[in-house]
């Protein structure tokens, strides 16, 4: 068999046991209940996260990457990590082609807007997202991620279920059978994560050959050169971990809004339970990584980068409250979040493009709220002590 008869037979066998099928006569998605493709998708987005944090020091946040840019600090990182997001999409609509889908036309397109300003507003809020307070802060038993995921699941299931979400986008009205994934999906996951494995494995090596550690006394002209070589294995890191994270989202079916809906529209003869064997892959694994380097010190330093930048607050309030439930309000009205939505816009639907568009509007709305916020309350205080 040659390389690319064999690439044809994965990509047709993925599409074959695909999630969900749409029927010739409706046009309506056909749900399939997936526990195992979902939790093999939901493990590579744990090796994404777990690789992230041991060779960056830093929590896979896609919504705090975005907000990042949006509010005027392109950090090379974030910008490195986004592009291997990006390289990554275009490996989920060449290897799993199905995994990409079209939003109906008849799904408003004032709905995907006014979705993605909720979840624009409610991550910048709340600091996070599905895979920032999702993965990474249960996988590091943050009370405070805790809350934010149950508000965010709570009020997506609400919202989904009173707008009838999975209806709006033309899942069919019938129970998700059990359907396990083909051998060459299978083997399709061991290959990407091999691939990322390898890949990790040959950035660790080059930073125990490359990056010189400058004694006392040193000139600065080598710590300098550590520096610039540092760094570029820094976005080799962010790129790969990027990419590897979207390969994940596709394999587990979160890029499928339908999917998504079908989880979160719980009063549905469709509804389908795999979302949540992807949380409890992606977090098994992190956990591992996040438990090792908060609680057993396995590491004094990401292998890559001088600090673990690791958020530590343990603040329950108001605006955490508020953030987790509009973005649930979103997540719900629409089936899609920021890394999946992200994924899916390379694509070029409008209703993915509305949505990602009105997201980045809703983090700059939130940051000038806060700004003026904190300005009112500066002048305040500064009236009464006067």
């Known amino acids: 068999m040659t390389a690319t008869s064999a690439a044809a037979e994965l990509v047709t066998a993925f599409s074959a046991t695909s999630s969900a099928v749409t029927a010739a006569g409706g046009g309506l998605t056909l749900l399939s209940f997936t526990p195992a493709t979902a939790a093999i998708g939901g493990l590579l987005l744990g090796l994404a996260t777990a690789a992230k944090l041991l060779f960056t020091g830093r929590v896979l946040g896609i919504s705090g990457a975005v907000k990042g840019l949006v509010a005027g600090d392109p950090a090379p990182w974030r910008v490195a990590f986004l592009l291997g997001l990006a390289l990554g999409a275009l490996g989920v609509g060449g290897l799993m082609p199905s995994a990409i889908e079209a939003i109906p036309a008849t799904f408003p397109v004032w709905r995907a807007v006014l979705a ?10 709340g600091n996070g997202c599905t895979s920032g307070h999702g993965i990474c802060g249960s996988a590091r038993l943050s009370p405070r991620s805790f809350v934010y995921t149950g508000s965010f699941m709570a009020s997506g ?115 389908d339970l795999s979302l949540p064997f992807v949380m409890a892959g992606a977090v098994a694994v992190a956990m591992v990584a996040y438990q090792g380097v908060l609680r057993f010190r396995i590491m004094n330093k990401p292998i890559v980068c001088p600090t673990f930048q690791i958020p530590n607050s343990t603040t329950i309030d108001s605006r955490l409250l508020v953030g987790g439930l509009v973005f649930g309000a979103g997540w719900g009205l629409a089936g899609m979040c920021p890394g999946p939505a992200l994924v899916a816009a390379l694509y070029g639907d409008p209703h993915v493009l509305s949505f990602v568009a009105a997201m980045a509007a809703g983090m700059i709305f939130e940051g000038r709220l806060t700004a003026l916020t904190a300005a009112a309350a500066l002048r305040q205080k500064s009236s009464g002590s006067s």
Do not use: C, H, Y
């Open 116 to 125: 993605g300003l909720l979840v624009g507003l409610g991550s910048a809020l």
């Open 157 to 271: 299931m609400a919202t989904a279920t009173l707008a009838n979400t999975a209806a709006a986008l033309n899942v069919a009205p019938l129970p998700a059978q059990l359907l396990m994934p083909a051998a060459p999906e299978v083997q399709l996951a061991m290959g990407i994560a091999a691939a990322g494995a390898a890949a990790f494995a040959g950035l660790a090596a080059a930073s125990r050959l490359l990056v010189r550690r400058p004694s006392v006394g040193s000139g600065a002209a080598g710590g300098a050169v550590d520096d610039k070589v540092q760094l570029r294995l820094e976005l080799v890191a962010e790129v790969v971990a990027g990419a590897i994270f979207a390969l994940g989202l596709g394999f587990s079916g979160m890029t499928r809004p339908s999917k998504v809906a079908g989880f979160l529209t719980v009063a549905a003869p469709s509804w």
